[in-house]
T-cell receptor
Framework: ETGVTQSPTHLIKTRGQQVTLRCSSQSGHNTVSWYQQALGQGPQFIFQYYREEENGRGNFPPRFSGLQFPNYSSELNVNALELDDSALYLC????????????FGQGTRLTVV | TQLLEQSPQFLSIQEGENLTVYCNSSSVFSSLQWYRQEPGEGPVLLVTVVTGGEVKKLKRLTFQFGDARKDSSLHITAAQPGDTGLYLCAGVRGDNDMRFGAGTRLTVKP
């Protein structure tokens, strides 16, 4: 077990709705990265937060947004959900650099219908 | 187009066989990591390689980082059914830009 907790584990939403996914990082980790993993694919980088600031972003539209809190936990918000947003959403916590080790949560499986 | 290309995409072998999976890119990475992912779970880190030409061994798994730090391989000796899973490579550029390959799905039959 990595100590990274994501909630909820599963979620079903209707197209056009908004969703918030949560991640509690491992103790002592100040960096959280979010990934989207479609079925049969590798994880795609969404964005990263370091000490409450966005610290890099992948090729995702602005309707994907995030927050990091003073305790380094994080949220991923997705507005105006589309069917293609259905995926496993993973967060990974690390200590400021991903060259050491990133610990992943078990993911949130989002289904958009 | 993926930044990291993994091959093969799928691999099905018998218990006891050896295998190698590859992770290739035109980009240079400050480090490269290999993960194993079970269905419905997050990836679990197996190894991080940092130095060009570096070889690391983890029991029956041998990881190599290319001299130019653009590619890597994972070799498994005497595969066992417990090795079944999705093997992902991830290259890190700078400190915080980590990109994954699409993965190699390995099935080891008893």
């Amino acid at each position: 077990e990595t100590g990274v907790t994501q909630s909820p584990t599963h979620l079903i939403k209707t197209r056009g709705q908004q969703v918030t996914l949560r991640c509690s990082s491992q103790s002592g980790h100040n960096t959280v990265s979010w990934y989207q993993q479609a079925l049969g694919q590798g994880p795609q980088f969404i964005f990263q937060y370091y000490r409450e600031e966005e610290n890099g972003r992948g090729n995702f539209p602005p309707r994907f947004s995030g927050l990091q809190f003073p305790n380094y936990s994080s949220e991923l918000n997705v507005n105006a959900l589309e069917l293609d947003d259905s995926a496993l959403y993973l967060c990974a916590s690390s200590t400021g650099t991903l060259n050491t080790e990133a610990f992943f949560g078990q993911g949130t499986r989002l289904t958009v219908v | 187009t993926q930044l990291l290309e993994q091959s093969p995409q799928f691999l099905s072998i018998q218990e006891g066989e050896n295998l190698t999976v590859y992770c290739n890119s035109s980009s240079v990475f400050s480090s490269l990591q290999w993960y194993r992912q079970e269905p419905g779970e997050g990836p679990v880190l197996l190894v991080t390689v940092v130095t060009g030409g570096e070889v690391k061994k983890l029991k029956r798994l041998t990881f190599q980082f290319g001299d130019a730090r653009k590619d890597s391989s994972l070799h498994i000796t005497a595969a066992q059914p417990g090795d079944t899973g999705l093997y992902l490579c991830a290259g890190v550029r700078g400190d915080n830009d980590m990109r994954f390959g699409a993965g190699t799905r390995l099935t080891v039959k008893p």
